[in-house]
């Protein structure tokens, strides 16, 4: 079946580092890809998206190309804040489902 | 702004005590979702409703119903909340189907249940 398999967190960074967090898929036919975001006690929120091969989905500086002959959607920032500390979650829509990954955990210090 | 509003944020029952969740949305979308979330695991599906064509997935407990009165609202119930029912329920909704593909979800904040 469908799955999203995310690397493992925590991922520890300092202010103004690079950000990347790989994210690959299986999946039958074209699914649409996200990343969404969770802040500490709050729900999910919509990050960015690409429905299909070669998409780049940006957002508040983060981004993510959806590479079908890798089958990754791997996110990345230039620079993270100690705001950007939170879980991200990778995932996959197919048909009706939405499929999560397992969810990296950033931590971002001054 | 248009959005997914859950209440309470914040619920307790007690063992075995039915408990109902709330789920209501301003964006008029066609499909609403309910997810479990346990402490640093990934949301998992609970069921959706199509407008009103429910659909259960095949491993949620008995335990767990749901109900959508009109387009807008969609309860969760509980009938006997155990121990390993605490965790944050996610309501999310999305536009509709396409080619048989729904559009993105747009999740709420959340109802973390705590089972004493």
């Known amino acids: 079946g469908d799955s999203v398999t995310q690397m493992e967190g925590p991922v520890t960074l300092s202010e103004e580092a690079f950000l990347t967090i790989n994210c690959t898929y299986t999946?039958?036919?074209?699914?649409?890809l996200f990343w969404y975001v969770q802040y500490p006690g709050e729900g999910l929120q919509l990050l960015l998206k690409?429905?299909?091969?070669?998409d780049k989905g940006s957002n508040k500086g983060f981004e993510a190309t959806y590479r079908k002959e890798t089958t990754s959607f791997h996110l990345e920032k230039g620079s993270v804040q100690v705001s950007d500390s939170a879980v991200y979650f990778c995932a996959l829509l197919n048909t009706d489902k939405l499929i999560f990954g397992t969810g990296t955990r950033l931590q971002v210090f001054p | 702004d248009a959005m997914v509003i859950q209440n309470p944020r914040y619920q307790v029952t007690q063992f075995g005590k039915p408990v109902t969740l709330s789920c209501s949305q301003t964006?008029?979308?066609?499909?609403m979702y309910w997810y479990q979330q346990k402490s640093s695991q990934a949301p998992k599906l609970l069921f959706h409703?199509?407008?009103?064509?429910?659909?259960n997935e095949a491993d949620t407990p008995d335990n767990f119903q749901s109900r959508r009165p009109n387009t807008s609202f969609c309860f969760l119930d509980i009938r006997s909340p155990g121990l390993g029912d605490a965790a944050m329920y996610l309501c999310?909704?999305?536009?509709?189907?396409?080619?048989?593909?729904?559009?993105?979800?747009?999740f709420g904040p959340g109802t973390r249940l705590t089972v004493l």
């Open positions: 690409a429905t299909k091969a070669d």
């Open positions: 409703y199509y407008d009103k064509d429910f659909n």
């Open positions: 964006l008029n979308h066609n499909v």
């Open positions: 999310a909704t999305s536009r509709d189907r396409l080619a048989g593909v729904s559009d993105t979800q747009y």
């Open positions: 999946a039958t036919g074209y699914p649409s």
